[in-house]
């Protein structure tokens, strides 16, 4: 069992930032942010291994997002640039703990991005 807490949602204006943290209860292989709007499905955002130097990027997010991990905290983070109110979602860690598979999940974190 991994437990997975977020931090770092909030309310900002567009064009600002904000940086996301998910803190695990133990390592992982695969660490990943989803990001949920209203009446929308789940999607994928960004993903991260445990080689720091595989990274994967939502075609909507790149360039402008970027994931990165201590994997002494075991923590991963997602560093938002110019945020538009698309962005706004609740985002959702999940990790993999052997594979890439999303085996276990947080509770989420409430991002608004104000026009």
């Known amino acids: 069992q991994v437990q997975l807490v977020e931090s770092g949602g909030g309310l900002v204006q567009a064009g600002g930032s904000l940086r996301l943290s998910c803190a695990a209860s133990?390592?992982?292989?695969?660490m990943s942010w989803f990001r949920q709007a209203p009446g929308k499905e789940r999607e994928f955002v960004a993903r991260?291994?445990?080689?720091?130097?595989?990274?994967l990027y939502a075609d909507v997010v790149k360039g402008r997002f970027t994931i990165s991990r201590d994997n002494t905290k075991n923590t991963v983070y997602l560093q938002m640039n110019s945020l538009k109110p698309e962005d706004t979602a609740i985002y959702y860690c999940t990790c993999g703990v052997w594979s890439l598979n999303n085996d276990y999940w947080g509770q989420g974190t409430q991002v608004t991005v104000s026009s």
């Open positions: 133990r390592r992982t292989f695969s």
């Open positions: 991260i291994t445990n080689t720091y130097v595989d990274t």
